[in-house]
């Protein structure tokens, strides 16, 4: 049976609420700060400041992709991202860092190669990863830090 709700973290506050997935197009608010909530399975592109109050706050662990659009391998695990998304909705949030557009949060991560792949919760990294590679190692690797 499919859940009727998923976790979702506000990107104002790093609250953990619960995304009713029949919503019909109604906005979903933060239960905390009233923040219109990110629809659960998405790829999201946060700016700085929203990137860092997910990572030091948000209760689900964040995987996200440093990436440049001038960079192929980065665009090919565009897909391979956002199916990862998909399926993990609801227990993982997935951003994406244009390192051209956002070099000093790049920069905090000591980011040297694109694309790379980091894992975060509640401020603490739990893996990191640069390349690209076939879907299925990296849902294993992903499963392995998250």
Known sequence: MAP???????????????????????AVVCGRCRTPLPEPGKVLEPTA?????????????????FSSTTC???????????????RRAGDIVVLKVDTDRQAELAGAFKIKAVPTFVVMKKGYELGRISGAMPE???????????
């Open 72 to 86: 192929m391998p980065c665009y090919m695990m565009a897909p391979i991202l956002e199916s990862l998304a998909r």
């Open 49 to 65: 400041e929203q990137a860092a109050v997910l990572i030091q706050e948000g209760g689900l662990p964040i995987l996200i992709d």
């Open 136 to 146: 299925t190692d990296f849902s294993l690797w992903v499963a392995s830090k998250a």
């Open 4 to 26: 009727d709700k998923l976790k979702a973290s506000c990107l104002a506050c790093g609250a953990t609420n619960y995304y009713p997935l029949q919503a019909g197009g109604k």
